[in-house]
């Protein structure tokens, strides 16, 4: 059974910085492309950071320079260190896992982001 878990959301100030993971089993994790999306109220889920099976890593422009993404093969997991938050971060993140190769896409439940003093 696949399973991919989101945890480390929470409220925090303007300028503050959180820590997001995502711990995936029951897939050959290796072999997936992992992505971080997220989704505002009343806004289209949209992508903001994903790193390919062989580490290449793209970001959205809104969030370059301020969210750092990575995965660690070995423990099956993905992070977003997102610093400096604004307001506009304030959304549900959710983790994907997605493989052309297996024709698998998965999806966590997500993660509340809110950015408000």
């Known amino acids: 059974q696949v399973q991919v878990v989101e945890s480390g959301g929470g409220l925090v100030q303007p300028g503050g910085s959180l820590r997001l993971s995502c711990a995936v089993s029951?897939?050959?994790?290796?072999?997936?492309?992992m992505g971080w999306y997220r989704q505002a109220p009343g806004k289209q889920r949209e992508l903001v950071a994903q790193?390919?099976?062989?580490?290449?890593?793209t970001y959205a422009d809104s969030v370059k320079g301020r969210f750092t993404a990575s995965r660690d093969n070995a423990k099956n997991t993905v992070l977003l260190q997102m610093n400096s938050l604004k307001p506009e971060d304030t959304a549900v993140y959710y983790c994907?896992?997605?493989?052309?190769?297996?024709?698998?896409?998965?999806w966590g439940q997500g993660t509340q982001v809110t950015v408000s003093s």
């Open positions: 994907n896992a997605y493989s052309l190769g297996f024709g698998r896409n998965y």
């Open positions: 029951g897939i050959i994790f290796d072999s997936f492309r």
């Open positions: 790193i390919t099976s062989g580490g290449s890593i």
